[in-house]
């Protein structure tokens, strides 16, 4: 009988938690007159000349969609910026392979990879979202797609690029360092004046990667996720270890737990730190960065390694660039 009460007592305690963090995570995708909005965030540096170019939409009442998109094309066709789009790195064998996805706030997706010849992969990817029954498109299929479509055809290998690659050929040694921006992406993620959330991700991926190499800026749930029920998410660094486990969406998940988005990006660093540890993987040579938005346009960030930051733009912060908090 003793045992009978006990368990029913522990019953009892364990319906009540879950009833609270049940509550917490409800609260989360509740929001009321304090939610911020609209709001834009991006990866790195470049992000402030995307934000920019979003805000241009978001501030008008435009949606999310459309700001992410406008706002990732700007590095994508700089010349200047050498892992986005038109300049970007090579792969070892001289070609520059781009990959991008983007995802709106009713679950709808689309992307490419390994996608050559075509300036703005990301509206491309739009393309595939509403214009094909598939949601990824790859290599030669994806650039007849776009052709197809009435994209131009160019040549994106600029000649600081083509000297670098050859430079590269010397030694052909592949090793992409921390924080240097050989291997990055710009991850945008934005929510609009009516509560909608949405997001893109695109690059030209590691310098001199192999050919055919694909990172996980292209892939839902790796390098980008929505949920329009509780926030938005997107990663940057070395992204097989973002893809190893699902980073995005596992930080999306964080969150629907009632995580706030820095605290979710760090738990997402974290398990990305027990996985490399599993393999032995040293930690030196990575760098992993998560930022997020949830519902209630709150905004967060963090890194494994020192060194990376992020752009945000709201109605209270005016397109500032901040330092992500780091494990190491």
């Not at 364990?14 to 609270?20: D, E, G, H, S």
């Not at 291997?183 to 991700?201: E, P, Q, R």
Request: charged share 25%.
């Amino acid at each position: 009988m003793a045992s009978r009460r006990k368990f029913l007592k522990l019953s009892t305690l364990t319906t009540a938690l879950f009833a609270v963090n049940k509550n917490k995570a409800v609260n989360l995708i509740q929001t009321d007159s304090k939610t911020i909005k609209p709001i834009v965030i991006s990866t790195w540096r470049f992000g402030i000349e995307a934000n920019a170019e979003a805000w241009n939409i978001l501030k008008k009442g435009g949606r999310a969609l459309d700001a992410v998109e406008a706002g990732v094309k700007i590095p994508e066709g700089d010349a200047n910026e050498r892992s986005v789009g038109l300049g970007g790195r090579p792969d070892r064998d001289g070609r520059v392979t781009l990959d991008a996805c983007i995802m709106d706030e009713n679950m709808n997706i689309g992307s490419v990879a390994c996608l050559e010849h075509i300036v703005h992969p990301i509206s491309v990817a739009r393309a595939v979202m509403e214009k094909t029954p598939h949601v990824m498109l790859t290599g030669e299929g994806a650039l007849q797609f776009a052709l197809a479509q009435g994209f131009k055809k160019e040549n994106l290998l600029t000649p600081e690029s083509d000297k670098e690659w050859k430079e590269w050929l010397k030694e052909s040694k592949y090793k992409p360092v921390v924080n240097i921006e050989n291997h990055d992406t710009i991850g945008m993620v934005a929510l609009d004046k009516n509560g909608n959330l949405s997001g893109a991700c695109t690059t030209s991926g590691m310098a001199f990667k192999m050919h055919g190499r694909v990172g996980d800026s292209p892939i839902i749930g790796a390098g980008l996720y929505v949920d329009n029920e509780v926030g938005a998410a997107t990663a940057t660094g070395h992204g097989e270890e973002v893809i190893r486990i699902a980073g995005c969406h596992t930080v999306i998940e964080f969150m629907r737990q009632g995580f706030s988005p820095e605290e979710a990006c760090k738990k997402a660093v974290e398990r990305i730190i027990s996985s490399a540890k599993k393999r032995n993987k040293a930690l030196s040579e990575l760098q992993i960065g998560f930022i997020a938005i949830n519902k209630n346009g709150e905004h967060g960030a963090y890194c494994l390694q020192k060194g990376f930051n992020y752009a945000v733009y709201s109605p209270e912060i005016k397109n500032e660039l901040h330092n992500a908090k780091s494990l190491y």
